[in-house]
């Protein structure tokens, strides 16, 4: 006989009625550089660090200090122009701050010279026009060259340093024709030679000291080497297509030129001199172009820096790494921290530091039931950056059957009804959590129905004496109608609480959001709540924010509590945080849980999946059926609530109370695919 569905693991929604009341003794009010609250943290995991990173840009320039042995990057462009000058030192971008600097500009270049040893930038533009001025970088300020000629104001031209000649070259550019210019330290010279390439502000050059050559690819698909005298187009049995802004080095690994494509292409190429090949690493950065590459010889690497990612980042701060094979990601805007490391969701720190412009997350696209993240540390933590668990929105473009993820300790959002030319049914599937939201059952005709309901946290479970570290709750999955499914609901926001022996300074963002909806063409799924944020320290203090909202700003739906003996936190709270002092009661996650053990005397596997595509169990025949839920750490006399949402409906027997950790439910259901959720409220002593 095949046996009754369950759809997800019951979870526990406590109202928990419980005071919490520390005093702080007089001789603690006064100001002290270590008040007496402790995290907990042994300290056995060291500091957490991530990488530091230059902000995002494209159309910058960058070139590789031999002297030195760093790269530097100077300007480009992020919605106006930049001035700032960064070197990556190690695996971090470290700003310098310079006596003297170049104006901010996009779409210049820059070259090491090795006769000079010192860097060379030239030109670019501006919001008041193109430049032709010169500068030199001598590893700690940049000073303004004065030469008797100069090329015309230009950007985007192509420039190399020529070792053999000990001369940097310049060819073309915008405004800049078919010109070849030559730089000695203290004049540029204009070139005439006989041949030369087309007019180009597309391309890209580098020098090949194997054999004693500038090359030069670009936007016409053409090979052209300078030999010091003359432009020669070089012939090949393969040609890359032509590409609009590639990058080239030599690569010190092969001794050869390695281009990456441009044109929003993902295509890396050699240039052994004769020919070019295509190579097929494993890995590679996004398509993407105005970006740029340098070869850190030290190093025996490759490093791409920024650039215009089309649809994903129109000013990128992922840094890449080439080692004669492959590609590597080093660090950008988005760092993962693995929450799979530790099941217990319990990290023991000594002290906290997120850099500014990363954003921090947890890898929540392939969830499984992460828990609730617990930072705790010894030292100070800072934030300058962001740390986001919030849950996943139901995005269009999420695979097929695949709930949109609750942040960790948050659930999934409900999946939207199958059309009902493949199922005969138009009910979606519940948002999972105490507080999921209520699936769509009836047919969809009007458009702008949003009969997915949004996932709750506050006012669901908690109060403001006692709240437990539990992520949001997941919005309802819309229904269906004949020909398209239904929206998916959005993902709860998860649940972070960040302890410190000492200070918390947020300049920063913790987010801890629910999911928006999606719209399907037939309904819209629900919003997930917003999840749980808790901030423990002697002191908490800072303008950054904090935000627990459900799916958009105008839900704040979520909880936020900060606890310290002195809190100056200034900036904005979604929804506005309760306050109090430290608490030596944990994370004051104190709820029980349930669990669906058994139905029609049919032991359902632990935990059940909720996956309608591979149902748990299958209800074959309507009628009675008794359903056993357990519960652990809930008193007995606690209400029980289930909820089964059917192909055709959604039922919701009467309440019963547990009696020595279970209770029983008899109720009929209509044959076909169910999903059973219980939650139960509760006072703790």
Request: glycine share 14%; net charge neutral; hydrophobic share 35%.
């Amino acid at each position: 006989m095949k046996t009754p569905s369950i759809r997800s693991l019951a979870r526990v929604a406590p109202p928990l009625a419980l005071t919490l009341t520390l005093l702080l003794p007089a001789s603690l009010r006064a100001i002290d550089p270590d008040l007496p609250f402790s995290s907990g943290s042994t300290g056995a995991d060291g500091p957490l660090t991530f990488r530091e990173i230059a902000p995002g840009r494209n159309s910058h320039g960058m070139a590789y200090d031999a002297v030195r042995q760093e790269t530097v990057l100077f300007g480009g462009y992020n919605g106006s122009g930049m001035a700032d000058t960064w070197v990556l030192s190690g695996n971090n971008w470290v700003r310098r701050l310079p006596a003297t600097s170049p104006v901010d500009r996009w779409g210049h270049r820059m070259v090491f010279d090795a006769a000079r040893q010192e860097v060379v930038l030239f030109g670019g533009t501006r919001n008041t026009g193109r430049l032709n001025d010169t500068w030199v970088w001598n590893g700690t300020t940049w000073t303004q060259k004065t030469p008797a000629n100069s090329p015309s104001p230009r950007e985007n031209y192509c420039l190399a340093y020529d070792a053999a000649r000990q001369r940097v070259v310049l060819f073309g550019g915008a405004n800049g024709g078919q010109e070849t210019w030559l730089w000695d330290g203290t004049d540029w010279t204009a070139s005439n030679p006989a041949t030369r390439p087309q007019a180009t502000d597309r391309s890209a050059m580098a020098y090949d000291p194997v054999r004693q050559e500038v090359v030069l690819f670009g936007n016409f698909g053409q090979t052209w080497i300078w030999d010091g005298n003359n432009w020669t187009q070089r012939g090949s049995f393969n040609v890359p297509s032509a590409k609009s802004w590639p990058t080239l080095i030599f690569d010190g690994t092969s001794n050869t030129i390695l281009m990456f494509s441009g044109s929003n292409q993902q295509q890396s190429w050699s240039w052994n001199g004769t020919d070019w090949t295509q190579l097929t690493p494993p890995n590679s950065p996004n398509p993407r172009q105005y970006h740029a590459m340098v070869w850190d010889a030290s190093r025996q690497l490759g490093v791409m820096f920024g650039g215009d990612i089309p649809s994903v980042d129109n000013y990128a701060a992922d840094t890449w790494l080439w080692n004669g094979t492959d590609w590597s990601w080093l660090s950008g805007k988005i760092q993962n921290f693995n929450v799979r490391s530790r099941p217990n969701g319990i990290w023991n720190f000594t002290s906290i530091n997120i850099p500014v412009g990363v954003t921090v997350r947890f890898g929540i696209e392939t969830n499984l039931a992460l828990p609730p993240i617990r930072w705790l540390a010894t030292e100070d933590v800072v934030i300058n950056g962001a740390v986001d668990v919030s849950g996943q929105f139901a995005a269009n473009d999420l695979p097929p059957g695949q709930p949109a993820r609750g942040g960790p300790g948050g659930f999934d959002g409900g999946l939207g009804g199958i059309r009902f030319s493949s199922s005969a049914s138009y009910v979606g599937q519940p948002g999972r959590g105490p507080g999921g939201g209520d699936p769509g059952t009836a047919q969809q005709t009007n458009p702008n129905l949003r009969d997915g309901k949004p996932g709750e946290y506050n006012g669901t479970y908690g109060n403001v004496f006692l709240q437990p570290l539990l992520g949001g709750s997941g919005g309802g999955g819309g229904a269906s109608n004949n020909d398209w499914d239904g929206g998916r609901g959005g993902g709860g926001g998860g649940a972070i609480m960040i302890a410190s022996s000492r200070d918390i300074t947020l300049n920063g963002v913790i987010r801890a959001n629910g999911g928006e909806y999606q719209w399907s063409n037939a309904s819209y799924g629900g919003r997930g709540s917003g999840g749980a944020i808790l901030l423990r320290a002697d002191r908490v203090t800072g303008p950054g924010s904090l935000e627990a909202y459900g799916g958009n700003q105008n839900n704040p739906n979520g909880r936020i509590r900060v606890e310290a003996y002195a809190r100056t936190l200034t900036g904005g709270q979604n929804p506005p945080a309760v306050v109090g002092l430290p608490s030596a009661n944990g994370d004051l996650n104190q709820a029980g849980s349930l669990s669906i053990v058994s139905v029609k005397g049919v032991n359902v596997l632990q935990p059940p999946t909720g996956n309608l595509l591979t149902p748990d169990v299958v209800f074959t025949d309507a009628g009675p059926v008794n359903i056993v839920v357990n519960g652990t750490g809930i008193p007995n006399g606690t209400p029980v609530q289930l909820r089964i949402t059917t192909a055709t409906s959604v039922i919701q027997p009467a309440p019963q109370n547990l009696a020595n950790g279970a209770v029983t439910f008899n109720v009929t259901v209509p044959k076909g695919l169910g999903t059973l959720q219980a939650t139960a409220q509760y006072s703790q002593p």
